[in-house]
T-cell receptor, first 110, second 115 residues
């Protein structure tokens, strides 16, 4: 079945740093979505991408839909403490079923 | 509130019991989705409804799992003869239509623990 590989699995950030994470798939997707999940809460939609090659920003967040339709990346610029959490990519091929990556956990550098 | 509402927020029960998990979608959303999230993993698709009918139930793990949406709004996920491996967070999402351009919005989930 379709699977998404998300990397890195975890990373430490220092306030002000830029952060980058990505997702790859062996199958093509028609939509890529990026969600953030805080402990005890459901995933919250950050960015939705609908077209191959599309680059979309939401404040300090920028995401791109890969031209091959098999990958996407998310960048966070000038990170702040509230960026801590788990970020998930998700892909949709048809219908309503989303396939999720394993998540990238952002923590603050000690 | 205006978001997806799930009840109960936590459920602890014994192995072998029957449980029902409820989801109230965002008002006016015609599509409703159920996912299951194990610790340290991303959500896994279970089933989705377009209106009252199940459009895709390919993610239900076995026949102990069943979901209904009789009036096209509230949905109930039912699990019979629960097993310890059913312990997870069950997430519900809704969207205004099924399809590629309609992002899914999630509730906070029901944390199910089977003892």
């Amino acid at each position: 079945g379709q699977q998404l590989n998300q990397s890195p699995q975890s990373m430490f950030i220092q306030e002000g740093e830029d952060v980058s994470m990505n997702c790859t798939s062996s199958s093509i997707f028609n939509t890529w979505l990026w969600y953030k999940q805080d402990p005890g809460e459901g995933p919250v939609l950050l960015i939705a991408l609908y077209k191959a090659g599309e680059l979309t920003s939401n404040g300090r967040l920028t995401a791109q839909f890969g031209i091959t339709r098999k990958d996407s990346f998310l960048n966070i610029s000038a990170s702040i403490p509230s960026d801590v959490g788990i970020y998930f990519c998700a892909g949709n091929y048809q219908g309503g079923k989303l396939i999720f990556g394993q998540g990238t956990e952002l923590s603050v550098k000690p | 509130g205006a978001g997806v509402s799930q009840t109960p927020s936590n459920k602890v029960t014994e192995k072998g019991k029957y449980v029902e998990l409820r989801c109230d979608p965002i008002s006016g959303h015609t599509a409703l989705y159920w996912y299951r999230q194990s610790l340290g993993q991303g959500p896994e698709f279970l089933i989705y409804f377009q209106g009252t009918g199940a459009a895709d139930d390919s993610g239900l793990p076995n026949d102990r799992f069943f979901a209904v949406r009789p009036e096209g709004s509230v949905s109930t996920l039912k699990i019979q003869r629960t097993e310890r491996g059913d312990s997870a967070v069950y997430l519900c999402a809704s969207s205004s239509l099924t399809g590629l351009n309609q992002p899914q919005h999630f509730g906070d989930g029901t944390r199910l623990s089977i003892l």
